[in-house]
């Protein structure tokens, strides 16, 4: 089953995204994402046999795509065969998840002001709106805002809307990134990542041999790994001369200065800046460190000759591991050009968009505090909140990935207060600081918390650590318990929660320890089989199998209970989706009447002949768009893995 490992890939995770993608962009940009979702991961000639779009059409909804990062470009080199001639060619991938992002796009932009001020939320809010920005395209953005905001006012209301300056949003746009809020946009060159096998799938090899195929696959793959990291280690730098100078001017034509290439403005030109669409492209389309690709999709290259190919850089620039020498009879696979140098680059070249995994990460961490707050009280919720936060902190210090480990590092008492201190200033401010010494000890004696005490006893020299793994599975187990009793009553709770202790039982042995009739058992168990909650094994004792000569154990896997409430979530946003866009179809009249008064064009009179519709239309919308913000957190919890 696919979607028992990746719930993004069930149908209706796929119907979901394809929604929203004709929603915010057009059905041509649908008909693109639905060929690459249904038929994975293409290059251009075999999605355009897969899409069925003329080749003009095909390409604008791919810049459109890749634009709002829900289409990736990989760079695909084929190893060389026995000539020396290598292919390259440039694939599409569809990112399921970031088609998604937009149920939470809301919450995101509350957190963004909430932490960081009004101006920052203006920035990710054009990224969000844009998908991929240069810092003089934000800046560009807000101030036209600005005047035209300044333009429609009048009197006083005109002079209190003053035009932002450019250090202002320059130095929002610095603070989201170095919150990990705004990352970089990847490279057009990346090479596809590896995908991993499952741990069952995998099958034990024999060591390589000096010069063998096998080798130099696996240099391949480490070639593409030291891609992959690098990119990842420069994802939240900030560039050297972003905090030295000031924005960088443009041109009076719009044309960019000397040392920065010619480039679209904001809309979805923008994209060929950083993936590739269509065989053709310039080196004046792209950043310094982007080398023009092939003129073709597909190109033969020599790999060993004395002739380089059109991507390839000096040696000089090439990573110190690409100078080891080659297995016997196969050609060095060649790290991928300008990778590294993407650290480089200046601010002007540098393209910014919304990082959904560290905003996961964020809602993920609120909902484990709030969870360790209703259980253990209010100071417990604020101290393990800080310690996710000086864990955050940490990380950055290291420049390590946000989600790095399945545990906090340790953390001594005074971090853990000085985190409390900053990130819950409202809890200081409105009573008596929480004893964060106590709260940390409290909660590391308790039985099955996820507060791990280390280090010795004398004041402020104990660590501690958060399971982080641990509170999480608490978390949703708890959310998978509030539905199995809402849907199955207590008696489908306590089936679960025996199944879950006692690992595996019969059917008769489920009814015994539950105090149930036989055949109210088997219903249960039946409908939460049907559910995808509980599994059946059967253990036959002969080879021929006959039922009854066999056992049939049920039992509870939380990693496909998981898996089953992930789809649900989906199952129910889009039917919120679904009656939302109904409702605003049948009153469109009174929308487009809305608009009028909006716009000034008509006068309120209109809108208070029906003022019973707009109420309904209203309140029903208010808590459509509640419920699919409520189910887009739920989704992030579940999908964080």
């Known amino acids: 089953m696919a979607g028992l490992h990746d719930p993004c890939s069930h149908p209706a995770a796929t119907r979901l995204a394809l929604k929203l993608v004709e929603e915010q962009f057009g059905e041509t940009c649908r008909t693109v994402a639905r060929a690459l979702l249904y038929h994975g991961t293409q290059s251009l000639g075999d999605l355009r046999r897969s899409a069925g779009l003329p080749l003009p059409h095909l390409k604008a909804a791919l810049l459109v795509?890749?634009?709002h990062n829900c289409v990736a470009s990989w760079l695909h080199a084929e190893p060389p065969n026995l000539r020396g001639e290598s292919r390259v060619e440039q694939l599409y991938e569809a990112l399921p998840r970031a088609m998604l992002h937009g149920l939470h796009?809301?919450?995101?932009?509350?957190?963004?002001?909430?932490?960081l001020g009004a101006t920052a939320e203006a920035v990710a809010l054009k990224l969000l709106q844009h998908g991929r920005l240069r810092l003089d395209q934000v800046v560009a953005a807000l101030q036209s805002e600005d005047a035209a905001a300044a333009s429609q006012g009048q009197g006083e209301e005109a002079q209190t809307t003053p035009q932002r300056p450019a250090l202002e949003i320059q130095a929002a746009l610095l603070?989201?990134?170095?919150?990990?809020?705004?990352?970089?946009?990847?490279?057009?060159?990346?090479?596809?990542p590896r995908r991993e096998v499952h741990p069952n799938a995998r099958k034990k090899k024999p060591a390589t041999k000096p010069g063998s195929e096998e080798e130099a696959e696996q240099l391949r793959a480490r070639a593409q790994d030291q891609a992959h990291a690098a990119y990842h280690a420069v994802r939240f730098k900030i560039p050297t001369d972003l905090v030295e100078t000031a924005v960088p001017a443009r041109a009076p034509d719009g044309a960019s200065l000397a040392h920065e290439p010619a480039r679209g403005g904001l809309g979805t030109s923008g994209a060929q800046a950083d993936g590739s669409v269509g065989g053709k492209r310039t080196a004046d389309s792209m950043p310094p460190a982007c080398p023009p690709p092939p003129k073709r999709g597909r190109r033969r290259v020599k790999a060993d000759s004395g002739q380089s190919a059109p991507s390839a850089t000096p040696a000089a620039s090439l990573p110190a591991s690409s100078a080891a020498a080659p297995p016997a009879g196969h050609s060095t696979p060649q790290p991928l050009p300008g990778v590294e140098e993407a650290a480089d680059l200046p601010a002007a070249n540098i393209l910014w968009r919304v990082s959904l995994e560290e905003f996961n990460l964020r809602l993920r961490n609120e909902a484990i505090a709030d969870h360790m707050g209703s259980r253990h009280g209010p100071a417990a919720g604020a101290v393990v909140a800080g310690m996710l936060a000086a864990h955050a902190a940490r990380l950055r210090e290291a420049?390590?990935?946000?989600?790095?480990?399945?545990?906090?590092?340790?953390?001594?008492?005074?971090?853990?207060?000085?985190?409390?201190?900053?990130?819950?200033p409202d809890m200081a401010g409105a009573g008596p600081a929480p004893d964060v010494p106590g709260t940390l000890s409290s909660l590391a004696a308790e039985w099955a918390s996820p507060v791990v005490a280390a280090g010795d006893p004398p004041a402020g020299a104990r660590q501690y650590s958060l399971d982080i793994a641990g509170a999480l599975g608490a978390l949703r187990q708890g959310h998978l318990e509030v539905l199995l009793h809402d849907r199955f009553g207590p008696e489908g709770l306590r089936i679960w929660r025996l199944l879950r202790a006692c690992r595996q039982l019969e059917q008769k042995q489920v009814a015994d320890f539950c105090m149930m009739d036989a055949k109210d058992a088997k219903v249960k168990l039946h409908a939460m089989l049907k559910a995808g909650y509980i599994a059946l094994q059967d253990v036959p004792r002969t080879a021929d199998r006959a039922p009854?000569?066999?056992?049939?154990?049920?039992?509870?896997d939380v990693r496909a209970a998981c898996a089953a409430f992930t789809i649900e979530l989906f199952l129910a946003a889009g039917n919120l989706h679904a009656r939302l866009a109904h409702e605003l179809s049948q009153r469109a009249e009174l929308l487009r009447v809305l608009d009028l008064v909006n716009a000034g064009l008509a006068g309120p009179g209109a809108l208070a002949e029906r003022a019973s519709d707009f109420s309904r239309i209203k309140r029903v919308t208010t808590l459509l768009e509640a419920g699919l913000l409520d189910v887009g957190a739920s989704l992030a919890l579940f999908l964080g893995d």
């Open 399 to 424: 420049g390590a990935p946000a989600a790095d480990g399945e545990r906090t590092v340790l953390l001594s008492e005074a971090e853990v207060a000085r985190a409390v201190a900053v990130h819950e």
């Open 175 to 192: 603070r989201l990134v170095r919150s990990r809020l705004v990352e970089r946009a990847p490279v057009c060159h990346l090479p596809p």
């Open 105 to 115: 796009a809301p919450r995101y932009l509350i957190h963004v002001k909430d932490s």
């Open 65 to 67: 795509l890749m634009q």
């Open 548 to 556: 009854s000569r066999t056992f049939y154990l049920w039992r509870a």
